[in-house]
């Protein structure tokens, strides 16, 4: 099988290595990434990315830290054109997870394999994932706060709607969604159309005006 080069610009090695090593996941399927095929697939030698990534697990760490960033940037940037209710806001929030993972799945899958990257020890993984968390949890409080959710334990409320919009994601990139008569060219819209039906389906009764 002939090797594969791929251009990079010089002195932009170690992005060519995180984008390669991407490519390789997402053609071949495979989470264990090898460090010496992707320099392989670049065409350079098998010892120049060791400068930049001393093994595969600094590797796929850094993979997902630039996974991790685009999804907070990408909720970020959702966020600032949304409708001012809280809830509103929130079901953007699962929109724009639902959105990333559908975009990105192959990042998706190895951001979702905590053994393959070093979470604890990188210096932007917690920080960024963090930042997800709690604009997960200061949504959730708003809308209790509105009226727009049942009271609840906020913690596990927050922990409840992000396994929604994560399962919901994983269904699809994992092929589950034929199984359920769903259309995968319609896919994101059918996620976030369910997404929405639980969210909207928490919401407390309102009084009927007398």
Do not use: C
């Not at 630039?66 to 907070?72: G, I, M, S």
């Not at 334990?153 to 399962?167: I, K, S």
């Not at 976030?192 to 407390?204: C, E, F, K, M």
Request: aromatic share 6%; proline share 8%; charged share 20%.
């Amino acid at each position: 099988m002939p090797t594969t080069k791929r251009p990079y610009h010089h002195g932009k090695l170690r992005q060519a290595l995180i984008d390669m090593a991407v490519t390789v996941a997402e053609e071949t399927g495979k989470d264990i990434i090898s460090v010496r095929e992707v320099a392989r697939r670049l065409g350079v030698s098998s010892g120049a990315p060791f400068r930049h990534f001393p093994s595969r697990e600094s590797l796929m760490t850094a993979v997902a830290e630039e996974a991790t960033v685009r999804l907070r940037l990408r909720v970020e940037r959702d966020l600032m054109d949304a409708p001012p209710a809280p809830i509103d806001r929130l079901k953007t929030l699962g929109r724009s997870f639902i959105q990333w993972a559908l975009h990105n799945p192959t990042q998706f899958k190895l951001v979702s394999s905590r053994n393959l990257f070093q979470f604890d020890s990188s210096a932007s993984l917690p920080v960024h994932f963090d930042a997800v968390r709690q604009i997960t949890l200061d949504l959730v409080a708003q809308s209790q706060e509105a009226g727009d959710l049942p009271p609840g334990p906020l913690p596990e409320f927050a922990l409840a709607l992000r396994a929604l919009a994560y399962g919901l994601a994983r269904m699809h990139v994992d092929g589950q969604l034929a199984q359920w008569q769903v259309d995968v060219t319609h896919a994101e819209a059918t996620l976030v159309a369910s997404l929405n039906l639980i969210v909207d389906g928490l919401r407390p009764a309102r009084p009927h005006p007398s």
